[in-house]
C-alpha cells in the first residue's frame, strides 16, 4: 500500500485584522443565517460578535469595529428597532472608512427604496441610492426557496480566478437598480433577465457590499450550524466566493492582500462530515493528474481524479470513519478532519 510521510508542524495563527465584525442580532433577523454566518466567519479566522439595536441605539459611535454586517431577515424590523441617530452614525461609520456587509434583508435594508411584492417603501439608511427589488417570482416566490443559478463578474477584481456559473441558495433576494450612484456588479441573477444579484461599492471613504443570495447557508454539509434547505443540493461550496467577498470589505488594500491570499492552500469546510471543496489555488502543479487520499498511518485510502479546469474541486468523504486525513496533488499536502 502506498504511502505518505507524515510530518506534523504547529503554525501560531495570528489575528489578521485589528477589528472585528458586529452581526445585527436583533428582532426580525433571521436565526439560521445568523448561526451560518458565525461559523463561516470561525472557519476563516475573523473575530466576530452579535450586536443588538439597544447596544447601537445607545452609542456615539462605531469606532472599535471594521465591518457591520446586517444579515437576513425583515429588513422592516431592522428600520422600526434603531433610531434615526443610529443611521446617521452608519452612515457616517461607512463615510469614515467603515464597512457594511449586507445580505437579502440587509441589503434591502441599505437601498433608498425597497420595492417588496409590488409595494414600494422608502427607507433611510440610504447607503445604496436606488431600488432593491424582490422577492423574484421568476426564481421563487416568497416564501419558497430553491437554488439558482448566478454568473460572476470576471471582470471585477473580487471574483479573479473564481469560477464563472455558481448554484447559490434564493430565499427572497433583491435585484439591484439605480441611476443615481455608480456601483461594480460582482453577480447577476441567470434566471432573471442578468441582473445584478451582488454589487459593491464605495460610500465616501467605506464600502459597501450588498448580497442577495444566501451564501452563507451551506446546503449539503452541517458545517454551518443549520439545517434550512439542506434537501437541496449545491455543486460548489458558497463560503469560497463569501470569504472573498468578506475579504474584500475587511482588507484597505484587497489587491495587494489577494495575491499573498490566493496561494493559500485550503479545504472547505474543515472539519467536514459529507464532503470537502479543496483549493491548492495556483501552487498545484499542471502534472498532477489524481488527488490523494491518506490516513493518519499514511496510507493511501482514496484517488479522485483532477479536474484543472476548476479552481475548486468537491470530494465525497461520507463514507470515511471519524478521524485527521490528508489531500495531497502534486507536492502538495493539506490536512483536513473528519467528524461524525
Partial sequence: MEKLLIIFFVVLPHNLFSKDIWIYSDYGT????????????????????????????????????????????????????????????????????????????????????????????????????????????????????????????????????????????????????????????????DEYNNLPAIINFYHGKGKVLLIGPHLEIDVNTNSDSSLFASELFDTELDWNLLERLFLWALTSDFSSYFNQYENRDKICPNPASVCIEINFGNLAPSEAKEIKIYNILGECIMRVGAIHELPQQRIDISHLPTGVYFARLGNFTEKFVVIR
Fill in 30 to 189: 433571521w436565526n439560521d443565517g445568523i448561526l451560518a454566518l458565525e461559523q463561516f466567519l470561525n472557519k476563516i479566522g475573523i473575530s466576530h460578535k452579535r450586536i443588538y439595536s439597544d447596544e447601537l441605539n445607545n452609542r456615539e459611535n462605531f469606532d472599535d469595529v471594521k465591518v457591520i454586517c446586517f444579515p437576513g431577515g425583515f429588513s422592516y424590523y431592522y428600520a422600526q428597532y434603531l433610531n434615526e441617530t443610529t443611521i446617521e452614525n452608519l452612515r457616517k461609520f461607512v463615510s469614515n472608512g467603515g464597512s457594511y456587509i449586507g445580505i437579502c434583508a440587509g441589503a434591502y435594508f441599505a437601498s433608498s427604496n425597497v420595492v417588496w411584492e409590488g409595494q414600494e417603501y422608502p427607507y433611510s439608511l440610504g447607503l445604496f441610492k436606488g431600488n432593491a427589488i424582490g422577492s423574484i417570482h421568476q426564481i421563487s416566490a416568497w416564501d419558497s426557496y430553491r437554488m439558482t443559478k448566478i454568473t460572476l463578474n470576471q471582470n471585477n477584481t473580487i471574483t479573479k480566478n473564481l469560477n464563472k456559473d455558481w448554484n447559490v441558495l434564493y430565499y427572497g433576494g433583491p435585484y439591484f437598480e439605480s441611476n443615481q450612484i455608480e456601483f461594480d456588479v460582482i453577480a447577476t441573477w
